[in-house]
């Protein structure tokens, strides 16, 4: 099983400021990488796929870069809706796809 | 409009058997897997398993197998996760999720998650 380690646990960042959370697998993923944003009480959401393209009506600040075992997420300039818990996914190793255990972003 | 609906809450008694729904529309049911996630209280995402529709064919987590049961009913477009014997541990959110199909190496597999349920809750305590 691929090991996905999320870092780090709670990030603190102000309004406007740019948040960079990180990724890193336990053997090589190629970009078969996602990133996803929970909000409490809500489902989680698609944001970035193949490790660095933006899903269908994300904004423009969120950008993803890496590959083979080390991956970032980045947010330019935090909005107020941004604040949530960040999940990456990889989908290289079929069958058994696994999830980090999550970033919360929070305001400082 | 693809839209992926579950069954509503439940709250059972440990020993109980359980099985929750997940109704797809707006999309060709048997051609995109469908995978089932669980979130702990305040903990994070879990990949239990998967199936498809077309064929019946279901993958399970390790961590899972044995421990829960993936079906679907392709005549009603309705995808399954059902317990035997339910603990207090299995007390969590339960998500249905539809994958992407990439066929770009010849062989297509399910991807990343593109749509979600809006998530059942089960609550097991005597």
């Known amino acids: 099983e691929i090991v996905m380690t999320q870092s780090p646990a709670t990030l603190s960042v102000s309004p406007g400021e740019r948040a960079t959370l990180s990724c890193r697998a336990s053997q090589s993923v190629s970009s078969n990488l996602a990133w996803y944003q929970q909000k409490p009480g809500q489902a989680p959401r698609l944001l970035i796929y193949?490790?660095?393209t933006r899903a269908t009506g994300i904004p423009a600040r969120f950008s993803g870069s890496g590959s083979g075992t080390e991956f970032t997420l980045t947010i330019s300039s935090l909005q107020s809706e941004d604040f949530a818990v960040y999940y990456c996914q990889q989908y290289n190793n079929w069958p058994l796809y696994t999830f980090g255990q999550g970033t919360k972003l929070e305001i400082k | 409009e693809v839209q992926l609906v579950q069954s509503g809450a439940e709250v059972k008694k440990p020993g109980e058997s359980l099985k929750i729904s997940c109704k797809g529309s707006g999309y060709s049911f048997t051609s995109y897997w469908i995978g089932w996630v669980r979130q702990m209280p305040g903990k994070g995402l879990e990949w239990m398993g998967i199936?498809?529709?077309?064929?019946?064919?279901?993958r399970y987590s390790p961590s899972f197998q044995g421990q829960v049961t993936i079906s679907a009913d392709k005549s009603i477009s309705t995808a399954y996760l059902q317990w035997s014997s339910l603990k207090a541990s299995d007390t969590a959110m339960y998500y249905c999720?539809?994958?992407?199909?990439?066929?770009?190496?010849?062989?297509?597999?399910?991807?990343?998650?593109?749509?979600w349920g809006q998530g059942t809750l089960v609550t097991v305590s005597s």
């Open positions: 199936i498809y529709p077309g064929d019946s064919d279901t």
């Open positions: 999720a539809r994958p992407i199909l990439d066929c770009s190496g010849g062989s297509c597999y399910p991807y990343y998650f593109d749509y």
């Open positions: 193949g490790a660095s």
